[in-house]
């Protein structure tokens, strides 16, 4: 094992730029939902664009990203789409002002959600979450507590949290400080990079 061989093992997760992602400062009419990612099958696309046609009066869908299904988001009249956004700060200012995020991913043969830099990022944002309860998403999301998990390909449970959330505003609210907070505590990029800088000098 490396504790045989005299080796020492570190855990450094991803990091965010705290002070580039960060909550908004103006409320929206109606909720703003929140998809940024691959737009492929196995990221639970379809299920989200379902959620949209159900909600479209009670909350605008936005996507990011590129994929195989493009066509299909762009296509949809449900929702908006932006395409694929490489700007941070471009990139930071929709989260900002968007209310909910959805990683809706389930696991295949080939694939399974690993550490969802996109999560980190809402949460520096102070969006209320809804992942599914991926290898890499239930290391992030503390179910209940800063954002919700759901079983993958369960659209029933995905419709049930995202009514709560949007029916509940302080619910939203709550999530969102606590994902904010935890954003701050454990991925900040300034204390990161210090980490690194920690194993690196060992």
Known sequence: SLKEMGCKAFHIPHSVHIDIFKPKQKENKKPIVLYVGKLNEAKGIRSILKLAREFKRDAKFIFVGSGPLEKEIKDNPDVDFLGSIKNMEKLAEIYRNSDIFILNSYKTPEWEELFGRVLIEAMASSLAIISTNCVGPREIINDGKNGFLIEQKN????????????????????????????????????????????????
Do not use: M, P, T
């Not at 302080?170 to 980490?195: M, P, Q, T, V």
């Open 155 to 202: 659209d029933k449970q995905l419709f049930e949290r995202f009514n709560l959330l949007l029916k509940d505003k302080k619910l939203r609210e709550k999530l969102g400080e606590c994902a904010r907070k935890d954003a701050e505590e454990k991925y900040d990029i300034n204390k990161i990079s210090k980490d690194w800088w920690k194993v690196i000098n060992e």
